[in-house]
Structures are given as C-alpha cells and as structure tokens.
C-alpha cells in the first residue's frame, strides 16, 4: 500500500487516477479547491480509501496544514501526482477571441500560472521534504503533448478562438521542472517524471472532433480511462529506474 496525493483530483483525468490507484489498494488523498466537484465525487465514491481535502495548492500555508495531517496519521507520503492545472475547453462561437494572445488578461494569466506551476511547485517542496527524510518517494509531474509542441490553432478557426498560450507555457515548465528535481534528488532515493497526455474525448463539438482525429495517427482522441494502466506503472517499483523522463502518451499525435 503506497500513500499518494492527488492535486486536482476531482478533475476528468484526476479523478480516473485516484479510482485506479485506489483499486491497488493504495490511500488516495485528493487535494481540489473546487467544493462542488468535491461534493460530487465524495457523493458517486464508494471506496474507502480516497480522501478528500479541500484545498488551494497556489497557498503554501493551506498545503503545508494538510500534508502535516496527512503524514500525521500515515507517517510518510510516497507519490505525488502533481495534475492540477486550468485548461481552458472551447465551447462557444463569439466575435472576440478570448484567448487572444495580444489581449489576454493578466489576472488571468497569473491565475492560470499560480494553479498550473506555482502549485506544482509549492507541492514538491512540501512534500518533497517528507520524501527526503524517507529517501525515498516519486513525483509524477502532468504535462500534455502541448509540453513538446506548439497547439495548431486550425484546430479552433470555426470557434473563433486561439488555444492559449498559457497553457502551452506551463506544460513546457512542468516538464523543466521535472528535470530540475529528476537531477537534484535522484541520487537521494526519489524519482521525477513527467506524464503527457494526447487530448481526452470529453463531449468536444463535432468540428473539432472531426478536425483533430486526423491529426491523431491512432484516428481519435483518448478516452479518459486509458492512462490508468500508465499511472499505475510509474506509481509502481517497476518505474524506480525512470528518471526525468517525459513520457508521451498521445496516440502518436506527435510524431506527425
């Protein structure tokens, strides 16, 4: 049984990782700052072993109070899986561009950013801490295909909107700081990766569907439970020898 904490673990792809890890029998501790989702999911869980915690990773004090609890009553945290982040979904036609990058909010920008790296970060030193004092643990940084390549915008020309460029800055800066800590603790019992997925059929309007499935060389997006075998593997002691590793998960969207 491992101790593994989830940031943003109510989300699509959180929430798949926490019910398969769980289902090996390990404790799941769930930290999301959304209330609603969280009484959602705690109202469809039936498994005892996940956890949840309301919480804003982007405050250090709020983290640090809840990891205190946890270790408190487990003695150590084994996995981390650094996954929140806001991606903005495109789902209405306007005249603007929201995303406009000449134009884009700076509120907003550094709202994206704090949720998306500032917490990662504040995440990996805390918990980062206990790990060292165990020598031992993983980290396991969520980035995207986006943290390799650039978005194609063709993608959103029917939308009138550009993807932003936020997100595309914050899965290339997960990976980099997958690498920093890969580097700087790898000798000291603690493996950094980071996970990037292609993109999850999530209910998408059926231009963009059409448009990105022929870009995809599988021919369709992933469904959301086909990363938990992978999840799985890099929580498990068969992954102790990977180290800073970008693994792509993509349906080989990149390669093309």
């Known amino acids: 049984m491992k101790i593994i904490v989830i940031t943003g673990g109510c989300g699509l792809l959180g929430w798949e990782f926490a019910n398969s890890l769980a289902i090996e ?3 799941i501790f769930i930290l999301d700052n959304s209330t609603k989702k969280i009484r959602f999911r705690k109202k469809n869980n039936k498994k005892k072993n996940i956890f ?9 004090k709020n983290v640090t109070n809840i990891v205190l609890k946890i270790i408190k009553e487990n003695r150590k945290i084994d996995i981390l899986i650094n996954n929140a ?10 005249k603007l561009d929201v995303n406009s990058f000449v134009d884009f909010d700076i509120n907003r920008f550094d709202k994206e950013i704090d949720v998306g790296l500032k917490g990662a ?36 020309t029917h939308l009138n909107i550009t993807k932003p ?3 595309s800055i914050i899965k290339s800066a997960i990976h980099g700081l997958t690498l920093y800590l890969a580097s700087l603790w790898g000798g000291k019992g603690i493996n950094v990766n980071t996970l990037s997925p292609g993109g999850i059929y999530d209910f998408q309007d059926k231009t963009f569907l059409k448009k990105v499935n022929k870009k995809i060389p599988i021919g369709r997006m992933a469904k959301s439970d086909e990363y938990n075998e992978i999840i799985k593997f890099l929580c498990s002691d068969g992954s102790r020898y990977m180290n ?6 993509d349906g080989g969207r990149t390669i093309i």
């Open 25 to 27: 029998k390990n404790k």
């Open 52 to 60: 949840f915690y309301n919480c804003d990773i982007t405050k250090k």
């Open 85 to 94: 982040c806001i991606n903005y979904t495109p789902k209405n036609k306007g």
């Open 121 to 156: 970060v504040i995440c990996a030193q805390i918990i980062g801490k206990n790990m060292l004092k165990h020598k031992k643990g993983s980290i396991i940084n969520i980035g995207s295909d986006l943290s390799v390549k650039a978005p194609d915008q063709s993608l959103y």
């Open 165 to 167: 460029f936020t997100y």
């Open 244 to 249: 800073g590793h970008n693994l792509i998960f």
